[in-house]
């Protein structure tokens, strides 16, 4: 497992050979704490296990599906009655 930081995007790129590394101690903690600090600067936190993404929020966690080349991550914020809120999704792109 290693992060990157690519702009406003923390890249955490997980071996597929143990998908789950990222959600075992300390490594859980310490990116929920990255998401905790990106949502007060506009940033993204998501985990990539191949071309699999899951966005981390402070509050949960969205696995957006495949990503394929040309697609982008969209991650809209949200104000409900809970107060603050994310939505990620990937749009899809033209293609290579």
Do not use: C
Not at 8 to 13: E, R
Not at 68 to 81: C, I, S
């Amino acid at each position: 497992m290693f992060v990157r930081h690519e702009g406003n995007l923390v890249a955490i790129h997980v071996d597929p050979s143990d998908p789950t590394a990222w959600r075992r101690e300390p490594f859980f903690q310490q990116i929920k704490t990255f998401a905790t600090r990106a949502a007060d600067t506009k940033q993204q936190v998501a985990v990539y296990i191949k071309n699999r993404v899951i966005v981390i929020f402070p509050n949960k966690e969205v696995d957006v599906g495949t990503m394929n080349p040309g697609d982008h991550l969209v991650v809209r914020k949200l104000l409900g009655p809970r107060g603050r809120d994310w939505n990620a999704f990937i749009e899809a792109g033209a293609g290579p």
